[in-house]
Protein backbone atom coordinates (compact mmCIF):
# COMPACT_ATOMS: atom_id res chain seq x y z
CA UNK A 1 0.00 0.00 0.00
CA UNK A 2 1.32 3.25 -1.33
CA UNK A 3 0.55 6.57 1.10
CA UNK A 4 -0.42 9.60 -1.02
CA UNK A 5 0.99 13.18 -0.24
CA UNK A 6 0.18 16.55 -1.76
CA UNK A 7 2.43 19.46 -2.25
CA UNK A 8 2.94 22.67 -4.01
CA UNK A 9 6.39 21.90 -5.75
CA UNK A 10 7.16 18.46 -6.17
CA UNK A 11 11.46 18.76 -7.74
CA UNK A 12 12.50 15.44 -8.81
CA UNK A 13 16.30 15.45 -8.11
CA UNK A 14 18.33 17.17 -5.24
CA UNK A 15 21.71 18.10 -6.38
CA UNK A 16 21.64 21.99 -7.15
CA UNK A 17 17.88 21.87 -7.11
CA UNK A 18 18.11 22.09 -3.69
CA UNK A 19 18.76 26.25 -3.65
CA UNK A 20 15.09 26.32 -5.13
CA UNK A 21 13.49 24.23 -3.04
CA UNK A 22 15.03 26.38 -0.30
CA UNK A 23 13.48 29.87 -2.33
CA UNK A 24 10.32 27.93 -2.57
CA UNK A 25 10.07 27.22 1.17
CA UNK A 26 10.35 30.93 2.04
CA UNK A 27 7.73 32.19 -0.63
CA UNK A 28 5.09 30.05 1.72
CA UNK A 29 5.24 27.22 -0.83
CA UNK A 30 4.95 23.29 0.12
CA UNK A 31 8.12 21.52 -0.98
CA UNK A 32 8.82 17.92 -1.95
CA UNK A 33 11.99 16.72 -2.65
CA UNK A 34 12.89 13.10 -4.38
CA UNK A 35 16.08 12.02 -3.81
CA UNK A 36 17.48 8.55 -4.66
CA UNK A 37 21.09 9.32 -3.33
CA UNK A 38 22.65 11.40 -0.82
CA UNK A 39 21.48 15.82 -1.22
CA UNK A 40 23.96 17.62 -3.37
CA UNK A 41 24.01 15.82 -6.33
CA UNK A 42 27.21 15.57 -8.78
CA UNK A 43 28.52 18.96 -7.63
CA UNK A 44 28.55 18.20 -3.23
CA UNK A 45 29.23 14.26 -3.87
CA UNK A 46 30.94 13.91 -6.54
CA UNK A 47 31.91 17.51 -8.51
CA UNK A 48 33.00 20.88 -7.54
CA UNK A 49 33.62 20.33 -4.01
CA UNK A 50 35.66 17.03 -3.65
CA UNK A 51 37.79 17.79 -6.78
CA UNK A 52 38.16 21.47 -5.35
CA UNK A 53 39.19 20.24 -2.07
CA UNK A 54 42.01 17.95 -3.69
CA UNK A 55 43.13 20.89 -6.20
CA UNK A 56 43.35 23.00 -3.16
CA UNK A 57 46.43 20.41 -1.61
CA UNK A 58 47.64 20.24 -5.46
CA UNK A 59 48.35 23.78 -4.82
CA UNK A 60 49.54 24.18 -1.74
CA UNK A 61 52.54 21.30 -2.60
CA UNK A 62 52.83 22.80 -6.02
CA UNK A 63 53.70 26.68 -3.91
CA UNK A 64 55.15 25.09 -0.72
CA UNK A 65 57.79 22.27 -2.57
CA UNK A 66 58.67 24.30 -5.28
CA UNK A 67 58.19 28.17 -4.23
CA UNK A 68 58.75 27.70 -0.47
CA UNK A 69 62.46 28.00 -0.49
CA UNK A 70 62.39 31.24 -3.02
CA UNK A 71 59.69 32.37 -0.47
CA UNK A 72 61.86 31.67 2.92
CA UNK A 73 60.73 28.63 3.68
CA UNK A 74 63.29 26.93 4.86
CA UNK A 75 62.98 23.19 4.16
CA UNK A 76 60.30 23.43 2.65
CA UNK A 77 61.29 20.75 -0.55
CA UNK A 78 61.19 18.00 1.57
CA UNK A 79 57.24 18.37 1.91
CA UNK A 80 55.70 15.44 0.71
CA UNK A 81 52.17 14.18 0.14
CA UNK A 82 50.05 12.33 2.53
CA UNK A 83 46.96 11.57 0.42
CA UNK A 84 45.45 9.45 3.06
CA UNK A 85 44.86 12.64 4.82
CA UNK A 86 44.18 14.39 2.05
CA UNK A 87 41.23 11.76 0.91
CA UNK A 88 39.81 12.40 4.17
CA UNK A 89 39.82 15.81 4.39
CA UNK A 90 38.42 15.68 0.88
CA UNK A 91 35.81 13.45 2.23
CA UNK A 92 35.25 15.74 5.46
CA UNK A 93 34.94 18.35 3.73
CA UNK A 94 31.76 17.04 1.20
CA UNK A 95 29.88 15.29 4.14
CA UNK A 96 30.05 18.56 6.13
CA UNK A 97 28.11 20.36 3.41
CA UNK A 98 25.86 17.07 2.62
CA UNK A 99 24.59 17.66 5.99
CA UNK A 100 24.87 21.14 5.56
CA UNK A 101 21.67 20.73 2.81
CA UNK A 102 20.08 18.28 5.57
CA UNK A 103 20.01 20.69 8.04
CA UNK A 104 18.72 23.32 5.54
CA UNK A 105 15.83 21.27 3.87
CA UNK A 106 14.94 20.34 7.79
CA UNK A 107 14.93 24.42 8.55
CA UNK A 108 12.79 25.24 5.78
CA UNK A 109 9.94 22.32 6.52
CA UNK A 110 11.11 20.76 2.87
CA UNK A 111 10.21 16.99 2.87
CA UNK A 112 12.63 14.45 1.58
CA UNK A 113 11.29 11.83 -0.31
CA UNK A 114 13.77 8.99 -0.88
CA UNK A 115 13.88 6.68 -3.34
CA UNK A 116 13.97 6.67 -7.04
CA UNK A 117 11.39 8.77 -8.69
CA UNK A 118 9.36 8.21 -11.91
CA UNK A 119 7.06 10.57 -13.51
CA UNK A 120 3.08 9.43 -13.08
CA UNK A 121 1.71 12.69 -14.99
CA UNK A 122 3.30 15.86 -15.58
CA UNK A 123 2.89 16.84 -11.95
CA UNK A 124 3.00 13.77 -10.02
CA UNK A 125 6.18 11.00 -9.10
CA UNK A 126 5.71 7.45 -7.40
CA UNK A 127 9.21 6.79 -5.51
CA UNK A 128 10.10 3.72 -4.49
CA UNK A 129 12.58 1.52 -2.90
CA UNK A 130 14.28 4.14 -0.56
CA UNK A 131 13.89 4.35 3.01
CA UNK A 132 10.61 6.72 2.70
CA UNK A 133 8.78 3.26 1.08
CA UNK A 134 6.84 3.41 -1.81
CA UNK A 135 4.96 6.94 -1.75
CA UNK A 136 2.65 8.80 -4.53
CA UNK A 137 3.28 12.03 -4.74
CA UNK A 138 1.77 14.85 -6.67
CA UNK A 139 1.73 18.81 -6.72
CA UNK A 140 0.60 22.01 -8.38
CA UNK A 141 4.04 22.43 -10.01
CA UNK A 142 6.79 20.42 -10.43
CA UNK A 143 10.59 20.31 -11.59
CA UNK A 144 12.93 18.12 -13.66
CA UNK A 145 16.46 18.17 -12.30
CA UNK A 146 18.00 14.58 -12.38
CA UNK A 147 20.95 15.76 -13.42
CA UNK A 148 24.02 14.07 -15.64
CA UNK A 149 26.27 11.31 -15.70
CA UNK A 150 30.04 11.12 -17.49
CA UNK A 151 29.97 9.77 -21.07
CA UNK A 152 32.49 7.40 -22.67
CA UNK A 153 33.69 6.94 -26.06
CA UNK A 154 33.15 3.78 -27.85
CA UNK A 155 36.04 1.08 -27.34
CA UNK A 156 36.74 2.80 -23.79
CA UNK A 157 34.30 1.12 -21.63
CA UNK A 158 34.46 1.97 -18.02
CA UNK A 159 35.76 -0.90 -15.62
CA UNK A 160 35.92 1.60 -12.66
CA UNK A 161 39.62 -0.14 -12.24
CA UNK A 162 42.27 0.47 -15.29
CA UNK A 163 39.70 2.84 -17.28
CA UNK A 164 37.96 4.98 -14.97
CA UNK A 165 35.82 8.62 -15.28
CA UNK A 166 35.83 11.22 -12.72
CA UNK A 167 33.68 9.50 -10.41
CA UNK A 168 36.05 7.08 -9.86
CA UNK A 169 38.69 8.92 -9.94
CA UNK A 170 37.65 11.13 -7.03
CA UNK A 171 36.91 7.70 -4.63
CA UNK A 172 40.32 6.80 -5.26
CA UNK A 173 42.97 6.89 -1.95
CA UNK A 174 45.88 7.22 -4.15
CA UNK A 175 47.72 8.70 -7.24
CA UNK A 176 48.82 6.74 -9.93
CA UNK A 177 52.07 7.18 -11.35
CA UNK A 178 51.28 7.11 -15.03
CA UNK A 179 47.56 8.61 -16.16
CA UNK A 180 46.22 9.04 -19.53
CA UNK A 181 43.53 11.88 -19.75
CA UNK A 182 41.07 11.76 -22.61
CA UNK A 183 39.46 14.92 -23.12
CA UNK A 184 40.93 18.09 -22.69
CA UNK A 185 37.83 20.03 -21.46
CA UNK A 186 37.46 21.41 -17.60
CA UNK A 187 37.33 18.28 -16.26
CA UNK A 188 39.62 16.64 -18.08
CA UNK A 189 42.48 19.68 -17.47
CA UNK A 190 41.79 20.18 -14.08
CA UNK A 191 42.49 16.52 -13.55
CA UNK A 192 45.60 16.84 -15.41
CA UNK A 193 46.96 19.39 -13.75
CA UNK A 194 46.15 17.78 -10.18
CA UNK A 195 47.98 15.09 -11.06
CA UNK A 196 51.19 16.54 -12.43
CA UNK A 197 51.09 18.74 -9.07
CA UNK A 198 50.79 15.02 -6.81
CA UNK A 199 54.06 13.70 -9.10
CA UNK A 200 52.33 11.49 -11.76
CA UNK A 201 53.44 11.40 -15.23
CA UNK A 202 50.27 12.93 -17.32
CA UNK A 203 49.42 11.92 -20.81
CA UNK A 204 46.49 14.41 -22.17
CA UNK A 205 44.94 13.64 -25.30
CA UNK A 206 42.38 15.56 -27.31
CA UNK A 207 40.14 15.29 -30.58
CA UNK A 208 39.73 18.51 -31.67
CA UNK A 209 42.67 20.86 -32.44
CA UNK A 210 43.27 22.58 -29.04
CA UNK A 211 43.19 22.19 -25.57
CA UNK A 212 40.13 23.42 -23.60
CA UNK A 213 38.45 24.31 -27.05
CA UNK A 214 35.44 26.08 -25.25
CA UNK A 215 37.94 28.96 -24.64
CA UNK A 216 39.08 31.80 -26.34
CA UNK A 217 42.10 30.64 -28.89
CA UNK A 218 44.56 32.89 -26.67
CA UNK A 219 43.47 31.13 -23.92
CA UNK A 220 44.39 27.48 -25.17
CA UNK A 221 47.48 28.79 -26.35
CA UNK A 222 48.75 29.99 -23.16
CA UNK A 223 47.01 27.00 -21.09
CA UNK A 224 49.39 24.32 -23.77
CA UNK A 225 52.78 26.41 -23.28
CA UNK A 226 51.92 26.46 -19.28
CA UNK A 227 50.91 22.71 -19.36
CA UNK A 228 53.91 21.74 -21.97
CA UNK A 229 56.26 23.36 -19.09
CA UNK A 230 54.97 21.72 -16.10
CA UNK A 231 56.12 18.27 -18.03
CA UNK A 232 52.41 17.05 -19.49
CA UNK A 233 52.37 15.32 -22.28
CA UNK A 234 49.45 16.56 -24.89
CA UNK A 235 48.55 15.07 -27.73
CA UNK A 236 45.84 17.45 -29.84
CA UNK A 237 43.82 16.29 -32.84
CA UNK A 238 44.40 12.92 -31.22
CA UNK A 239 42.49 9.80 -29.87
CA UNK A 240 42.98 6.65 -28.18
CA UNK A 241 42.69 3.85 -30.93
CA UNK A 242 40.14 1.47 -28.95
CA UNK A 243 41.45 -1.69 -31.47
CA UNK A 244 44.69 -0.90 -29.37
CA UNK A 245 44.29 -1.43 -26.02
CA UNK A 246 45.33 -3.71 -23.48
CA UNK A 247 44.82 -4.70 -20.14
CA UNK A 248 47.75 -5.46 -18.19
CA UNK A 249 48.53 -6.73 -14.74
CA UNK A 250 49.68 -3.29 -13.55
CA UNK A 251 47.75 -0.85 -16.05
CA UNK A 252 46.82 -0.52 -19.47
CA UNK A 253 48.76 -0.09 -23.09
CA UNK A 254 47.34 1.16 -25.67
CA UNK A 255 48.10 4.07 -28.56
CA UNK A 256 47.10 7.56 -29.10
CA UNK A 257 46.69 7.77 -32.90
CA UNK A 258 47.12 11.70 -34.16
CA UNK A 259 43.87 12.20 -36.54
CA UNK A 260 45.80 13.04 -39.79
CA UNK A 261 46.97 9.07 -39.35
CA UNK A 262 50.91 10.47 -39.42
CA UNK A 263 51.43 9.78 -36.14
CA UNK A 264 51.48 6.83 -33.45
CA UNK A 265 52.58 6.85 -29.39
CA UNK A 266 52.40 3.74 -27.78
CA UNK A 267 51.71 4.80 -24.20
CA UNK A 268 51.29 2.37 -21.04
CA UNK A 269 49.44 3.96 -17.75
CA UNK A 270 47.84 2.82 -14.82
CA UNK A 271 44.92 4.48 -15.70
CA UNK A 272 42.89 5.82 -18.42
CA UNK A 273 40.63 8.90 -17.00
CA UNK A 274 38.18 9.10 -19.88
CA UNK A 275 36.97 13.35 -19.71
CA UNK A 276 34.61 13.66 -22.56
CA UNK A 277 31.40 15.52 -20.98
CA UNK A 278 28.05 14.03 -19.31
CA UNK A 279 25.41 13.38 -20.56
CA UNK A 280 21.65 14.01 -19.21
CA UNK A 281 19.83 11.43 -16.84
CA UNK A 282 16.37 11.52 -18.58
CA UNK A 283 16.04 7.93 -19.46
CA UNK A 284 13.70 5.93 -17.28
CA UNK A 285 12.18 8.97 -15.19
CA UNK A 286 8.68 8.70 -16.72
CA UNK A 287 9.47 11.33 -19.52
CA UNK A 288 8.54 9.34 -22.01
CA UNK A 289 4.72 9.34 -21.10
CA UNK A 290 4.48 13.02 -20.95
CA UNK A 291 2.71 14.27 -24.27
CA UNK A 292 4.55 17.51 -25.28
CA UNK A 293 7.92 17.73 -23.59
CA UNK A 294 10.33 18.81 -26.55
CA UNK A 295 13.62 16.73 -26.12
CA UNK A 296 16.61 17.34 -27.82
CA UNK A 297 19.75 14.91 -27.97
CA UNK A 298 18.37 13.76 -24.68
CA UNK A 299 18.03 17.16 -23.38
CA UNK A 300 14.64 18.83 -22.06
CA UNK A 301 13.82 22.08 -23.93
CA UNK A 302 12.80 24.98 -22.23
CA UNK A 303 12.42 28.85 -22.76
CA UNK A 304 13.95 31.24 -20.51
CA UNK A 305 11.58 30.59 -17.14
CA UNK A 306 12.57 26.96 -17.44
CA UNK A 307 9.70 26.10 -17.90
CA UNK A 308 8.56 22.83 -20.71
CA UNK A 309 5.53 22.94 -23.48
CA UNK A 310 3.52 21.19 -20.40
CA UNK A 311 1.92 23.65 -18.54
CA UNK A 312 3.46 23.65 -14.58
CA UNK A 313 6.21 21.06 -15.92
CA UNK A 314 9.77 22.98 -15.72
CA UNK A 315 13.17 21.77 -15.67
CA UNK A 316 16.67 22.85 -14.70
CA UNK A 317 20.46 22.29 -14.58
CA UNK A 318 22.81 19.53 -16.42
CA UNK A 319 19.67 17.99 -18.10
CA UNK A 320 18.60 21.14 -19.85
CA UNK A 321 20.36 23.00 -22.89
CA UNK A 322 23.60 25.80 -21.52
CA UNK A 323 26.75 25.26 -19.39
CA UNK A 324 26.66 22.16 -16.84
CA UNK A 325 27.32 23.96 -13.81
CA UNK A 326 26.65 24.27 -10.49
CA UNK A 327 25.44 27.73 -10.38
CA UNK A 328 23.97 27.83 -13.83
CA UNK A 329 21.44 25.08 -12.29
CA UNK A 330 20.89 26.61 -8.98
CA UNK A 331 20.17 30.04 -11.13
CA UNK A 332 17.88 28.43 -13.00
CA UNK A 333 15.88 26.73 -10.02
CA UNK A 334 15.37 30.04 -8.71
CA UNK A 335 13.85 31.90 -11.69
CA UNK A 336 11.93 28.75 -12.46
CA UNK A 337 10.46 28.38 -8.81
CA UNK A 338 9.83 32.79 -9.10
CA UNK A 339 8.35 32.27 -12.19
CA UNK A 340 6.06 29.65 -10.33
CA UNK A 341 5.40 31.92 -7.79
CA UNK A 342 4.28 34.57 -9.59
CA UNK A 343 6.72 37.18 -9.56
CA UNK A 344 8.42 38.09 -12.92
CA UNK A 345 12.00 37.23 -12.38
CA UNK A 346 14.30 38.41 -15.82
CA UNK A 347 14.88 35.13 -18.14
CA UNK A 348 17.72 32.81 -17.51
CA UNK A 349 20.50 34.16 -19.89
CA UNK A 350 23.78 31.85 -20.97
CA UNK A 351 25.25 34.51 -22.69
CA UNK A 352 25.70 35.88 -18.79
CA UNK A 353 27.01 32.49 -16.78
CA UNK A 354 30.63 32.76 -15.67
CA UNK A 355 33.20 29.85 -16.24
CA UNK A 356 35.87 28.72 -14.04
CA UNK A 357 37.79 25.54 -14.63
CA UNK A 358 40.21 25.01 -11.92
CA UNK A 359 43.26 23.94 -12.99
CA UNK A 360 46.97 25.93 -13.08
CA UNK A 361 46.88 28.48 -14.22
CA UNK A 362 43.42 28.69 -13.43
CA UNK A 363 40.69 29.95 -16.01
CA UNK A 364 37.46 32.10 -16.37
CA UNK A 365 35.72 33.28 -18.61
CA UNK A 366 32.25 35.32 -19.27
CA UNK A 367 31.16 36.31 -22.33
CA UNK A 368 31.94 35.87 -25.80
CA UNK A 369 35.42 34.94 -27.32
CA UNK A 370 37.05 36.66 -29.78
CA UNK A 371 36.43 34.41 -32.52
CA UNK A 372 32.39 34.09 -31.17
CA UNK A 373 32.23 38.28 -31.34
CA UNK A 374 33.20 38.19 -34.65
CA UNK A 375 31.48 35.31 -35.92
CA UNK A 376 28.47 37.08 -34.35
CA UNK A 377 28.74 39.94 -37.03
CA UNK A 378 30.72 42.47 -34.32
CA UNK A 379 33.49 44.48 -35.51
CA UNK A 380 35.94 43.88 -32.48
CA UNK A 381 38.46 45.73 -30.94
CA UNK A 382 40.63 43.56 -28.13
CA UNK A 383 42.68 44.80 -25.03
CA UNK A 384 45.55 41.93 -23.23
CA UNK A 385 47.29 42.68 -20.17
CA UNK A 386 50.02 40.07 -18.85
CA UNK A 387 50.15 39.45 -15.59
CA UNK A 388 54.30 39.42 -15.61
CA UNK A 389 53.49 43.23 -15.75
CA UNK A 390 51.58 43.07 -12.37
CA UNK A 391 53.37 44.08 -9.19
CA UNK A 392 50.75 41.76 -6.93
CA UNK A 393 51.07 39.29 -9.21
CA UNK A 394 54.70 39.06 -9.13
CA UNK A 395 54.25 38.90 -4.65
CA UNK A 396 52.07 35.77 -5.30
CA UNK A 397 54.35 34.35 -7.62
CA UNK A 398 51.97 33.34 -10.24
CA UNK A 399 53.31 34.91 -13.78
CA UNK A 400 51.96 32.70 -16.49
CA UNK A 401 48.41 34.09 -17.87
CA UNK A 402 47.00 37.18 -18.90
CA UNK A 403 43.09 39.05 -18.71
CA UNK A 404 41.70 39.90 -22.64
CA UNK A 405 38.69 41.81 -23.09
CA UNK A 406 36.66 41.46 -26.33
CA UNK A 407 34.79 44.61 -27.04
CA UNK A 408 32.33 46.00 -29.83
CA UNK A 409 34.59 48.22 -31.65
CA UNK A 410 31.68 50.95 -32.92
CA UNK A 411 30.21 51.05 -29.48
CA UNK A 412 32.83 49.63 -26.81
CA UNK A 413 30.21 47.62 -25.27
CA UNK A 414 32.62 44.72 -23.55
CA UNK A 415 31.51 41.81 -25.05
CA UNK A 416 33.68 38.83 -23.24
CA UNK A 417 36.35 38.71 -20.72
CA UNK A 418 39.02 35.67 -20.39
CA UNK A 419 41.70 35.40 -17.84
CA UNK A 420 44.02 33.07 -17.35
CA UNK A 421 46.57 33.04 -14.13
CA UNK A 422 46.40 33.36 -10.32
CA UNK A 423 42.77 33.19 -9.06
CA UNK A 424 41.50 34.18 -12.52
CA UNK A 425 37.84 32.69 -10.79
CA UNK A 426 37.87 35.20 -8.76
CA UNK A 427 38.26 38.14 -10.69
CA UNK A 428 35.18 36.91 -12.78
CA UNK A 429 32.71 38.98 -10.69
CA UNK A 430 33.82 42.85 -12.25
CA UNK A 431 32.89 41.73 -16.26
CA UNK A 432 30.06 39.47 -15.88
CA UNK A 433 28.16 42.21 -13.99
CA UNK A 434 29.75 44.93 -16.92
CA UNK A 435 27.86 42.93 -19.13
CA UNK A 436 24.84 42.59 -17.51
CA UNK A 437 24.98 46.26 -17.40
CA UNK A 438 26.10 46.45 -20.77
CA UNK A 439 28.80 48.50 -19.73
CA UNK A 440 32.04 49.19 -21.81
CA UNK A 441 35.82 48.63 -21.76
CA UNK A 442 36.42 52.21 -20.85
CA UNK A 443 33.80 52.26 -17.94
CA UNK A 444 35.60 49.42 -16.75
CA UNK A 445 39.10 51.17 -17.04
CA UNK A 446 37.67 54.21 -15.16
CA UNK A 447 36.50 52.19 -12.00
CA UNK A 448 39.65 52.62 -10.26
CA UNK A 449 41.20 49.54 -9.13
CA UNK A 450 42.68 49.01 -5.51
CA UNK A 451 46.77 48.27 -5.72
CA UNK A 452 48.54 46.01 -5.76
CA UNK A 453 45.43 43.72 -6.30
CA UNK A 454 45.39 41.08 -8.97
CA UNK A 455 42.33 42.84 -11.07
CA UNK A 456 44.42 44.89 -11.44
CA UNK A 457 44.98 43.28 -14.44
CA UNK A 458 41.27 43.72 -15.29
CA UNK A 459 41.52 47.43 -15.17
CA UNK A 460 45.29 47.34 -17.33
CA UNK A 461 43.60 44.70 -20.21
CA UNK A 462 40.54 47.40 -19.92
CA UNK A 463 42.53 50.33 -20.99
CA UNK A 464 44.26 48.14 -23.63
CA UNK A 465 41.57 47.78 -25.50
CA UNK A 466 42.02 51.77 -26.28
CA UNK A 467 45.81 51.05 -26.49
CA UNK A 468 46.24 52.93 -23.18
CA UNK A 469 47.69 50.41 -21.20
CA UNK A 470 49.85 51.36 -18.58
CA UNK A 471 52.54 49.09 -17.39
CA UNK A 472 53.29 47.36 -20.95
C1 LIG B 1 34.35 16.24 -11.59
C2 LIG B 1 33.36 17.38 -11.72
C3 LIG B 1 33.75 18.64 -11.31
C4 LIG B 1 32.85 19.70 -11.43
N1 LIG B 1 33.27 20.93 -11.02
C5 LIG B 1 32.44 21.98 -11.12
C6 LIG B 1 32.84 23.26 -10.67
O1 LIG B 1 33.96 23.44 -10.20
N2 LIG B 1 31.97 24.28 -10.79
C7 LIG B 1 30.72 24.11 -11.32
O2 LIG B 1 29.97 25.08 -11.41
N3 LIG B 1 30.31 22.90 -11.74
C8 LIG B 1 31.12 21.83 -11.65
N4 LIG B 1 30.70 20.60 -12.06
C9 LIG B 1 29.34 20.46 -12.63
C10 LIG B 1 28.24 20.40 -11.53
O3 LIG B 1 28.56 19.39 -10.63
C11 LIG B 1 26.88 20.15 -12.19
O4 LIG B 1 26.66 21.10 -13.19
C12 LIG B 1 25.76 20.26 -11.16
O5 LIG B 1 25.93 19.33 -10.14
C13 LIG B 1 24.41 20.04 -11.86
O6 LIG B 1 23.38 20.08 -10.92
P1 LIG B 1 22.00 19.32 -11.18
O7 LIG B 1 21.15 19.62 -9.98
O8 LIG B 1 21.49 19.61 -12.52
O9 LIG B 1 22.37 17.77 -11.22
P2 LIG B 1 23.04 16.82 -10.12
O10 LIG B 1 23.91 17.59 -9.21
O11 LIG B 1 23.62 15.69 -10.87
O12 LIG B 1 21.80 16.32 -9.25
C14 LIG B 1 20.82 15.47 -9.76
C15 LIG B 1 20.28 14.63 -8.62
O13 LIG B 1 19.13 13.92 -9.06
C16 LIG B 1 19.13 12.63 -8.48
N5 LIG B 1 18.29 11.77 -9.33
C17 LIG B 1 18.45 11.51 -10.66
N6 LIG B 1 17.44 10.74 -11.10
C18 LIG B 1 16.64 10.50 -10.03
C19 LIG B 1 15.42 9.78 -9.87
N7 LIG B 1 14.81 9.15 -10.88
N8 LIG B 1 14.87 9.74 -8.64
C20 LIG B 1 15.45 10.38 -7.59
N9 LIG B 1 16.58 11.09 -7.69
C21 LIG B 1 17.16 11.16 -8.90
C22 LIG B 1 20.62 12.25 -8.49
O14 LIG B 1 20.86 11.24 -7.53
C23 LIG B 1 21.27 13.57 -8.14
O15 LIG B 1 21.45 13.69 -6.74
C24 LIG B 1 31.55 19.50 -11.95
C25 LIG B 1 31.16 18.22 -12.33
C26 LIG B 1 32.05 17.17 -12.23
C27 LIG B 1 31.60 15.79 -12.65
Not at 439 to 452: I, L
Not at 456 to 467: I, N, R, S, Y
Request: with cysteine; glycine share 12%.
Amino acid sequence: MSDEQRFDLLILGGGMSYVGAIRAAQLGLKVGLVERDRLGGTCLNRGCIPSKALLETADLLHRVTEQGAEFGLAGSDGVSLDYAALAKRRDAVVEKHVKGVEFLMKKNNVTVLRGQGTLTGPTSVRVSGGESGDVEASATDLILATGSAPRTLPGLEIDGERIITSDEALRRNDVPGRVTIVGAGAIGVEWASMYRDFGAGVNLVEFLDRVVPLEDADVSKELHRVFRKRGIAIHTAATIDPATIERLEGGVHFAIKANSGDRVTEVTSDIILVAVGRRPLTDGIGLEAIDGVEMERGYVKVNGYMQTGVPHLYAIGDIVPGYALAHVASHEALVAVETIAGHHPEPVRMDLMPRVTFCRPQIASVGMTEAEATEAGHTVKVGSFPFRALGKATIVGEVDGFAKLVADADTGRLLGAHVIGPHAGDLLPEPTFALLVEGTAAEMAMSVHAHPTLPEVLAEAAMAVDGAAIHV
